[in-house]
Antibody
Framework: EVQLVESGGGLVQPGRSLKLSCAASGFTFSDYNMAWVRQAPTKGLEWVASISYGGSNTHYGDSVKGRFTISRDNAKSTLYLQMDSLRSEDTATYYC?????????WGQGVMVTVSS | IQLTQSPSLLSASVGDRVTLSCKGSQNINNYLAWYQQKLGEAPKLLIYNTNSLQTGIPSRFSGSGSGTDYTLTISSLQPEDVATYFCYQYNNGLTFGSGTKLEIK
């Protein structure tokens, strides 16, 4: 059974950093591209970043480019999102997802609140 | 590519045939998926590549479309279908529609 479990969320002050993790199981992690998607409270879904299966290619949404970094450790079957220079508008639930036939599997999400 | 969903809110009766629309600002080349999101849950994939039913999804859900115009149809609305439905294109970049909230009348 495919499982994606996010962790690392919480309350952080504007301008500070936070690193999210997503532990994958139930499939060969190193064979798949991966992505982060977020959803602000009561809002729609926004793609944040994607990374290729080997980690060499990354892509970012315009709203996070230059501030967020997506990475992965295939030996640990774990996806990461390093979030720097956080802003109030980054407050959202962050989901990791597997981009296969759309986004076929999602984690349960982790909440990030940026507030002083 | 921008995606426009309509209507934003839909109220229908149990047993009704329901149609949700998703229109792209450019040709999506059938790389379109539909998601169901219930309150407090992660989105669930229903349909991918316009009309392919994800494993485990009831057959009352179906998708169609081409070019810029796509549709999700629920053939007979059930109480457990109350949710927000999002379309998602992966042809050129990755973008989501703003969602259609489906309620029972």
């Amino acid at each position: 059974e495919v499982q994606l479990v996010e962790s690392g969320g919480g309350l952080v002050q504007p301008g500070r950093s936070l690193k999210l993790s997503c532990a994958a199981s139930g499939f060969t992690f190193s064979d798949y591209n991966m992505a982060w998607v977020r959803q602000a409270p009561t809002k729609g879904l926004e793609w944040v970043a994607s990374i290729s299966y080997g980690g060499s290619n990354t892509h970012y949404g315009d709203s996070v480019k230059g501030r967020f970094t997506i990475s992965r450790d295939n030996a640990k079957s774990t996806l990461y999102l390093q979030m720097d220079s956080l802003r109030s508008e980054d407050t959202a639930t962050y989901y990791c997802a597997r981009p296969y036939s759309g986004l076929d599997y999602w984690g349960q999400g982790v909440m990030v609140t940026v507030s002083s | 590519i921008q995606l426009t969903q309509s209507p934003s809110l839909l109220s229908a009766s149990v047993g009704d045939r329901v149609t949700l629309s998703c229109k792209g600002s450019q040709n999506i080349n059938n790389y379109l998926a539909w998601y169901q999101q219930k309150l407090g849950e992660a989105p669930k994939l229903l349909i991918y590549n316009t009309n392919s039913l994800q494993t485990g999804i009831p057959s009352r859900f179906s998708g169609s479309g081409s070019g810029t115009d796509y549709t999700l149809t629920i053939s007979s609305l059930q109480p457990e279908d109350v949710a927000t439905y999002f379309c998602y294109q992966y042809n050129n970049g990755l973008t989501f529609g703003s969602g259609t909230k489906l309620e029972i009348k």
